[in-house]
């Protein structure tokens, strides 16, 4: 969510149980339009909240020109002073894909890190591996929801030949009409299906905003839920997977965003559930 609309954009998102109070939002806001300006930002969303056992992370990222480039993520403890995360690897992902349970809410907080040795050794010697830093786990956490729910409306945002990807100027909107279909929404993240798909199923496509996947072909089936709220007037996409995740967009108009309000784990048990 832009920190410039975000009381209001928070207001759409309610329904979610994404709930501030009055003070929070406008010291988010104001410490986040600082942070855009202490580290030269073009623009500052709020990306959530992980929710701990003994506190709570929000988390901000700061984008350069290149919408779709890497982006700078800062968390904060109190909503006010911000700190810079170390940018994510695949290390950082595998190392952290084995830890289970809630969040501390300290950064600093160690995870034991036990690893069995190989075969053909007694198997009850263990060595302990080097402790994992809580804040490795949060930006490995936060590298995966936005890989696989981070969304954006179809046609938000354009890729120039040259490669760069920015926000399309001629945008109005979806209609309701296409604001109501999964395929009109898409993944901000690197594609994988649209590299299999044959010349013949490309020919429609528009190069120019159909360069990311669409959520229609999202594993397992039924993992977005679309509602109609408010008369008509906003549009909500909820993801099943990762709970928390919110999406709203406001038909015939540019505004959109998400945001993740959750506890920064994955629902494994959704293909039993659906």
Not at 39 to 67: H, K, N
Not at 71 to 83: I, T
Not at 158 to 169: A, F, I, Q, T
Not at 252 to 272: A, C, M, S, V
Request: proline fraction near 6%; charged fraction near 25%.
């Amino acid at each position: 969510m832009d920190a410039e609309t975000l009381p209001y954009a928070l207001d759409l998102v309610t329904s979610s149980g994404v709930c501030l109070s009055p003070e929070k939002r406008a010291a988010l806001r104001t410490s986040l339009l600082l942070v855009r300006r202490d580290y030269r930002f073009e623009q500052v969303r709020l990306w959530g909240r992980i929710q701990g056992i003994r506190g709570a992370y929000y988390i901000a990222e700061g984008l350069g020109p290149d919408r779709a480039g890497a982006r700078s993520r800062l968390y904060s403890l109190n909503g006010v002073d911000w700190s810079l995360l170390p940018p994510p690897t695949e290390e950082m992902v595998a190392i952290t894909a084995g830890l289970k349970g809630r969040f501390q809410g300290d950064p600093s907080y160690e995870y034991e890190n036990v690893e069995k040795k190989e075969e053909g050794e007694r198997p009850y010697e263990e060595e302990a591996a080097p402790l994992i830093k809580e804040e490795i786990r949060l930006v490995a956490a936060i590298h995966q929801i936005d890989k696989a729910v981070g969304i954006v409306p179809r046609g938000a945002y354009v890729k120039s030949p040259l490669g760069p990807v920015h926000e399309n100027r001629n945008f109005e909107g979806l209609s309701l009409t296409e604001a109501k279909k999964l395929s009109s929404y898409f993944h901000f993240t690197e594609p994988e299906n649209l590299k299999n798909k044959t010349l013949l199923e490309k020919a429609d496509l528009d190069p120019a905003i159909d360069f990311l996947d669409s959520l229609e072909h999202d594993i397992p089936k039924g993992s977005w839920s679309i509602q109609v709220e408010r008369g008509g007037r906003v549009i909500i996409l909820r993801s099943l997977l990762w709970l928390g995740l919110t999406f709203y967009h406001i038909p015939n108009t540019k505004q959109h965003g998400y945001i993740y309000f959750g506890n920064g784990e994955k629902n494994i048990d959704l293909p039993f559930m659906l």
